[in-house]
């Protein structure tokens, strides 16, 4: 989907597939998929896990299974909340200018 | 796909190589995959290197500051012997007057030196802090960093 680009950091989408519940990271990856036609690597999958689980974004849930489950964590819900009122804000202020709200 | 776990670092593969390694199992692979994951791996080994690279700035920073301890440790004892050492000269030595010209003028010439280097080093300490409070400065005893509020 070309109108996500601007918006297509992975970061945020693996957020949002988690605020709706846990899920290890096959199942964040087809979530990602599924919700929004777009194809994303392994590689930039596990990228973006490492890096927000060491922002304390997201935690991995202890499991005795291959897929290991995360969860969002407080910080990760704050950070997602704000981006995505800086997305809305955009949105918003694109709508008006092309006079259609 | 295993080989392609291995281009990540040993701590990354030890924390997330298993269960990417299912997903890279669990599915067939593009090319263009296959070059994220490579991408992504140098990524990795780009990050875990600075890392490992500021553990050693810690490390060098801590010795650093152990010496500087040490320092003053030691620049004490010697203030302390010297306090002690002249008052105890001063009560065994011969008044100035006594003194021959020569010894005299080694005296004055030491004490220059002296008074010279003390003002030399609160200048330089002064100096050090003017600096700091306008910008970050490095010195090998590591990060200088003073309240700019």
Same mark, same amino acid.
């Given at each position: 989907?070309?109108?996500? =680009?601007?918006?297509?950091?992975?970061?945020?989408?693996?957020?949002?597939?988690? @605020?709706?519940?846990?899920?290890?990271?096959? @199942?964040?990856?087809? =979530?990602?998929?599924? *919700?929004? =036609?777009?194809?994303?690597?392994?590689? %930039?999958?596990?990228? @973006?896990?490492?890096?927000?689980?060491?922002?304390?974004?997201?935690? @991995?849930?202890?499991?005795? =299974?291959?897929?290991?489950?995360?969860?969002? %964590? *407080?910080?990760?819900?704050?950070?997602?909340?704000?981006?995505? %009122?800086?997305?809305?804000?955009? %949105?918003?202020?694109?709508?008006?200018?092309?006079?259609?709200? | 796909?295993?080989?392609?776990?291995?281009?990540?670092?040993?701590?990354?593969?030890?924390?997330?190589?298993?269960?990417?390694?299912?997903?890279?199992?669990?599915?067939?692979?593009?090319?263009?995959?296959?070059?994220?994951?490579?991408?992504?791996?140098?990524?990795?080994?780009?990050? /875990?290197?600075?890392?490992?690279?500021?553990?050693?700035?810690?490390?060098?920073? /801590?010795?650093?500051?152990?010496?500087?301890?040490?320092?003053?440790?030691?620049?004490?004892?010697?203030?302390?012997?010297?306090?002690?050492?002249?008052?105890?000269?001063?009560?065994?030595?011969?008044?100035?007057?006594?003194?021959?010209?020569?010894?005299?003028?080694?005296?004055?010439?030491?004490?220059?030196?002296?008074?010279?280097?003390?003002?030399?080093?609160?200048?330089?300490?002064?100096?050090?802090?003017?600096?700091?409070?306008?910008?970050?400065?490095?010195?090998?005893?590591?990060?200088?960093?003073?309240?700019?509020?």
């Amino acid at each position: 989907m070309s109108s996500l =680009d601007r918006f297509s950091e992975p970061s945020l989408f693996i957020l949002i597939s988690l @605020a709706e519940g846990n899920k290890h990271g096959y @199942a964040i990856m087809e =979530d990602i998929e599924k *919700s929004y =036609d777009m194809k994303i690597g392994p590689g %930039t999958l596990y990228g @973006a896990i490492s890096r927000m689980e060491k922002m304390k974004f997201i935690e @991995a849930i202890p499991s005795e =299974d291959r897929r290991k489950p995360y969860r969002i %964590t *407080s910080e990760g819900r704050l950070y997602l909340k704000e981006k995505l %009122t800086e997305i809305e804000n955009v %949105t918003k202020l694109g709508f008006q200018r092309l006079g259609l709200i | 796909m295993k080989w392609l776990v291995h281009l990540y670092p040993k701590k990354w593969r030890n924390r997330y190589g298993e269960e990417f390694l299912d997903i890279l199992e669990n599915r067939e692979l593009s090319i263009k995959e296959v070059l994220d994951v490579m991408v992504n791996a140098i990524d990795a080994r780009f990050l /875990n290197l600075v890392e490992e690279l500021m553990g050693v700035d810690k490390k060098f920073r /801590n010795i650093m500051l152990q010496s500087v301890l040490k320092r003053f440790l030691i620049l004490g004892t010697v203030i302390l012997l010297g306090l002690f050492g002249g008052y105890w000269l001063a009560n065994a030595a011969p008044s100035v007057l006594e003194l021959p010209a020569s010894a005299i003028l080694l005296i004055g010439a030491a004490l220059g030196l002296f008074s010279g280097y003390v003002i030399g080093l609160a200048r330089g300490i002064t100096r050090v802090v003017k600096t700091t409070q306008k910008e970050d400065v490095y010195l090998p005893t590591g990060k200088l960093k003073f309240d700019k509020t």
